[in-house]
């Protein structure tokens, strides 16, 4: 595929366009890193180069959900990163489990390899019944593969061999079936699984024992990242646990309230106050 990556004077009159009709404001992105995720999506609803202002001008709410889609990075494998996930499975799940419910905040999700991958390690350890998984994400299309178990670009062979440095087997067939040339977790896992539409900057969310936060901000201007980082902050317990992305840094203006339990891992607990 040969991608045409938007200039930036389109780039400038689709931004505007789009805060017009559906009054959402994408200046909150790094300027490169957002026409080329934007021309992702336009490519996936086949609006041609020539035609993008006339079809932007026409885009249904359906389109612009598949347009949030594409426009917010996520993971694309199952147990990426497998240091972290390895030092959730033998550091923090058992520990934070003495709890009567332990709950969990999976932040701004729109492929659910994260949510998944979480979900296949409670299973393996027995303990998905002790936990109340929260998963939000800004787009209503995103969230109907999520409740549905659709992995929408899976890498399978790094899967494999993540799930199988995770878990220790590679028995991972057992988790997944094919439908309609699609991968499709077994939807018994996602049974008391929360999906809520929230977009990236709404203040309406309870606190959590573990909120996993990877890589969500690399996309954002700073200035947009410190204030969304303060936001999750605002969703971890005392002694709860924060978990971002290998590539991120916790910024100065919340630091401070947080100890380190491994560093390239990025992984945090929260202070007692």
């Not at 520990?95 to 296949?120: D, H, M, P, Q, R």
């Not at 936060?213 to 969304?228: I, P, R």
Request: proline residues 2%.
């Amino acid at each position: 595929m040969i991608l045409n990556i938007i200039d930036k004077s389109t780039f400038n009159k689709i931004t505007e366009l789009l805060f017009k009709k559906f009054n959402f404001d994408f200046s909150i992105f790094e300027d490169l890193i957002f026409r080329i995720r934007l021309s992702y999506s336009l490519y996936f609803l086949q609006i041609k180069p020539t035609d993008i202002i006339e079809n932007i001008c026409t885009l249904d709410k359906e389109q612009f959900e598949i347009i949030l889609h594409f426009i917010y990075p996520d993971e694309t494998e199952l147990f990426r990163d497998t240091g972290g996930w390895i030092y959730l499975k033998t550091k923090i799940l058992n520990k934070i489990n003495s709890n009567k419910c332990t709950k969990v905040l999976i932040y701004n999700s729109t492929a659910g390899e994260n949510l998944f991958s979480l979900l296949i390690l409670l299973n393996e350890l027995n303990l998905l019944e002790n936990f109340q998984i929260t998963i939000t994400s800004p787009s209503n299309y995103s969230i109907n593969n999520i409740i549905n178990g659709v992995i929408t670009q899976p890498k399978n062979r790094s899967s494999i061999l993540n799930f199988k440095e995770v878990i220790g087997n590679d028995n991972i067939s057992k988790y997944f079936e094919k439908q309609n040339n699609k991968l499709i977790l077994n939807n018994k896992l996602l049974n008391k699984v929360k999906v809520l539409n929230v977009k990236t900057f709404e203040n309406s969310l309870e606190k959590f024992d573990l909120v996993l936060f990877k890589n969500k901000t690399l996309y954002l201007k700073q200035e947009q990242a410190q204030y969304l980082f303060l936001k999750i902050n605002n969703y971890v317990n005392l002694q709860g646990y924060l978990i971002i992305g290998t590539n991120e840094n916790l910024p100065s203006n919340i630091s401070s309230f947080y100890k380190p339990l491994s560093i390239n891992e990025k992984i945090y607990q929260k202070n007692e106050q």
